[in-house]
């Protein structure tokens, strides 16, 4: 009998909100998901449903004003992160919870060395001599594929590019071998090549810590079909959907993540000349429609989808939907 999976990351109903003005945006609402050791977890949503604002949240990152996480619990190794004192976080993030972020060209701070920048997260985290921090940043800086690693710590953002920046960030992120790396779009400023260098790379590092994992947020569901064992589905934000990912790939149960498979070029497309497309936009923040989410861009919209929003209900072992019509079945 195989030994229970162990709950590395568990995130129950997170709310973050962003105060402008008068109103009030609702990034993320009561998202609940969760990580277990040692697995690659993939988030996939298209841009503005609340994927990298719970990336943030699970960090404490959000910038308050005008953000705030207003509710929910983030339990990482028993502890909630929500409780804890801002210096014991501190000490958590960059070395037992990492984050590869989005934006290269604005993560790096643009007056001080790239080798001084990745320097400073090595020494902080980690009891190191000098030497040993110097050696650490090379050879980080030549894992993620830096060219003359040495000589490159001396020189500053601008002199790198994006794809570049992004290896630097890559270099920082995995530095103290993290417990949970949070991978947000690791890999959108690479060459195709380099992508699946970096995506080993950052599989390798998870195997030297036994209980390491990763949640990775990407928009590529080629990427997920390859690295991740399980994929949590989010829009509007709320997750949608959570299951294996092969049963998923094989019978996605919510509409949207099958509009998004569909979406695919070659996925079980019956018209060859014609390309599927999720019809219209992801509604304004502000003003998401009543009941489903989705219910604007729903092919099979019911008249209780307009009024009353689903919940997110196990239909099978380790299978979660949010849909009335998955949820009558």
């Known amino acids: 009998m195989s030994a229970e999976k162990k709950k590395l990351l568990e995130v129950k109903g997170l709310r973050t909100c962003f105060h402008i003005e008068d109103k009030t945006a609702r990034a993320v609402d009561g998202v609940d998901f969760h990580v277990y050791e040692n697995e690659v977890v993939g988030l996939v949503g298209e841009s503005g449903c609340g994927k990298s604002v719970t990336a943030l949240s699970i960090l404490r990152l959000i910038p308050d004003p005008p953000g705030r996480i207003t509710g929910g619990e983030i339990i990482f190794r028993g502890k909630d992160l929500l409780k804890l004192p801002y210096p014991e976080m501190r000490k958590i993030r960059g070395k037992d919870i990492s984050m590869i972020f989005q934006e290269p060209m604005t993560s790096l701070n643009p007056v001080f060395s790239v080798g001084w920048q990745l320097k400073e997260a090595i020494r902080f985290h980690q009891r190191l001599t000098e030497k040993q921090v110097e050696d650490r940043a090379v050879e980080m800086l030549g894992l993620v594929g830096i060219p003359s690693p040495k000589a490159r710590l001396k020189d500053y953002p601008h002199q790198f590019s994006g794809g570049m920046r992004q290896r630097v960030m890559i270099a920082m992120a995995l530095s103290s071998d993290p417990a949970l790396l949070i991978a947000d779009e690791p890999t959108t400023a690479l060459d195709v090549t380099i992508q699946a260098q970096i995506l080993e790379l950052m599989l390798e590092v998870k195997k030297k810590t036994h209980d390491a994992a990763i949640l990775l947020i990407t928009h590529d569901l080629a990427v997920v079909a390859e690295t991740c064992q399980r994929v949590a589905v989010m829009y509007g934000g709320k997750i949608q959907e959570v299951a294996e990912v092969k049963p998923l790939f094989d019978e996605p149960l919510h509409p949207y993540t099958r509009g998004l498979l ?28 009543k009941g489903c989410k989705f219910n604007n861009r729903c092919p099979e919209v019911m008249p209780v989808c307009r009024e009353e929003e689903p919940e997110l209900r196990e239909v099978s072992p380790g299978r979660q939907v949010r849909c009335h019509k998955c949820q009558k079945k």
Request: no cysteine; net charge negative; proline share 14%.
């Open 262 to 289: 569909l979406s695919l070029p070659g996925f079980k497309n019956e018209d060859k000349n014609r390309l599927p497309v999720i019809e219209g936009m992801v509604p304004d923040i502000m003003s998401f429609p």
